[in-house]
Each structure stands twice: as C-alpha cells, then as structure tokens.
C-alpha cells in the first residue's frame, strides 16, 4: 500500500525572488526619474492624440 504524503508547500508556490541587478535598477532614482518622464510622455501623447 503506497503511502500517501501530502505536501503543504511546494517550491513552485512562492513567487520569485528578484535578482540583485533588479533590486538595483527599482532602487535607483535616476532610472525612476528616467521612467516617470517617459510615461508622462506617453500620457500626453494619449491625451493629445484623443483631442484631434
């Protein structure tokens, strides 16, 4: 008779974990300068394009 073993967590169900060349990059103020700017770009390119 196979024993039947049941297993509350696996490996499979936690979420990954970030790399340290991730954490730098979502850290950095600069780079998040960088992104604020270029979706404030996309934004208005949104609302002007909404306006013609």
């Known amino acids: 008779m196979a024993k039947n073993i049941v297993r ?3 490996d499979e169900s936690y979420p990954p974990l970030p790399t340290k060349s991730t954490r730098f990059w979502r850290s950095n103020l600069l780079w998040q300068l960088w992104r604020f700017v270029i ?3 996309k934004i208005v390119r949104i609302i002007v394009g909404g306006h013609s």
């Open 8 to 10: 509350g967590y696996y």
């Open 39 to 41: 979706l404030n770009i």
